[in-house]
C-alpha cells in the first residue's frame, strides 16, 4: 500500500529587504532541532510584487501561513479577510494564517512577544507606568498591548508629533489609562521600540536617573544585541530584555497561530 508523503511546511517571510532578518536562521534552527518538517524562507518581495504572491499563496496547500517585514505590514492589513484587534487598530500585519479556502487572517504579534518577555523577569503589567521610545508599528503593539494588561501610565516618546498623537488617540479606546506624550521623570519599564541606539542612529532619550529608577529595561533592537541602553541598564542592576528574547517570545506566539508550535 502506497504512503502519501506530507509535503514540507513551508512560511514564507517577506521583506524588502529582507535579507538582514535573522527570522528564518532562527525559525529553522527550532524546526530542526525538533525534527519537524518544516523551513522558513526568506523572500525579497518589492511592493509590486504582492499581489501576484497573494493570489499564489491562496492555492498553496503546503503554506500555513507567512511572515511579513517593511514594507508590506500595512498592504497585508488591507488584503487580510480578517484581522485580530491590534492589527486592525495599527492597520499593521507581521503574521498571516491561511485558512481552508485560502482566506488570510493577520495579527501583529510584536506587543505579545515584548510583553511576555518583560513578565517573564518578574516585572507585572498591572499597575505599572511605562515609557515607550518609538510611536511606529512595534511600538504602537507593544502600547496597546499593555494596556490590554492593565498599565496605569504609558509615556509615547517619538520624534513625529503627528505618529505620537494618532497612537495615544488608538491607545485611549483600548483601555483607560493616563497617557502622556513627553518624556516622564520617572517609569517602571522603559521599552525602546525604535532606531534609536542602532549602528549610526542617537542612542534613546532614556537618561541615566531615569534607568536606574526603573524595575525593567527592554530593547527591540536585535543588532547591536547589546546596546548601550541594556549595558547602562545592568550596570545599574536593573532587570533587562535583550531584542533577541523579544524575538523569540514573539515567535512562540507566531508559530501557534499558524499551527506549528508543538504543545508539552
Request: with cysteine.
Amino acid at each position: 500500500m502506497e504512503t502519501t508523503r506530507t509535503a514540507t511546511q513551508v512560511i514564507p517571510i517577506l521583506g524588502d529587504p529582507v535579507a538582514q532578518v535573522a527570522t528564518p536562521a532562527l525559525w529553522n534552527e527550532v524546526f530542526r532541532a525538533r525534527g519537524q518538517d518544516a523551513i522558513c524562507v526568506p523572500l525579497d518581495l518589492p511592493a509590486a510584487g504582492l499581489a501576484p504572491f497573494l493570489e499564489c499563496v491562496r492555492q498553496a496547500r503546503n503554506v500555513p501561513g507567512f511572515l511579513s517585514t517593511v514594507p508590506h505590514k500595512a498592504s497585508l492589513a488591507s488584503a487580510c479577510d480578517a484581522l485580530s484587534d491590534t492589527a486592525r487598530l495599527l492597520g499593521v500585519v507581521n503574521t498571516v494564517r491561511l485558512t481552508e479556502g485560502g482566506r488570510m487572517v493577520g495579527d501583529m504579534f510584536d506587543g505579545q512577544g515584548m510583553l511576555d518577555a518583560i513578565e517573564m523577569t518578574g516585572v507585572a503589567l498591572a499597575g505599572a507606568r511605562l515609557a515607550i521610545c518609538g510611536a511606529g508599528a512595534a511600538g504602537g503593539a507593544i502600547a496597546i498591548e499593555a494596556a490590554k494588561r492593565g498599565a496605569r501610565e504609558i509615556a509615547l516618546i517619538d520624534t513625529d508629533a503627528a505618529r505620537t498623537a494618532a497612537l495615544a488617540e488608538k491607545l485611549a479606546a483600548v483601555a483607560a489609562l493616563q497617557i502622556r506624550t513627553d518624556l516622564p521623570g520617572s517609569a517602571d519599564i522603559l521599552v525602546n521600540a525604535s532606531p534609536a541606539g542602532s549602528p549610526g542612529a542617537a542612542p534613546p532619550p532614556f537618561g541615566a536617573a531615569l534607568i536606574a529608577g526603573a524595575r525593567c529595561v527592554a530593547e527591540a533592537l536585535t543588532d547591536p544585541e547589546e546596546t548601550e541602553l541594556l549595558k547602562t541598564a545592568r550596570r545599574a542592576g536593573i532587570a533587562t530584555v535583550p531584542g533577541r528574547e523579544m524575538a523569540r517570545c514573539q515567535a512562540l506566539r507566531m508559530r501557534a497561530f499558524l499551527g506549528l508550535e508543538t504543545t508539552g
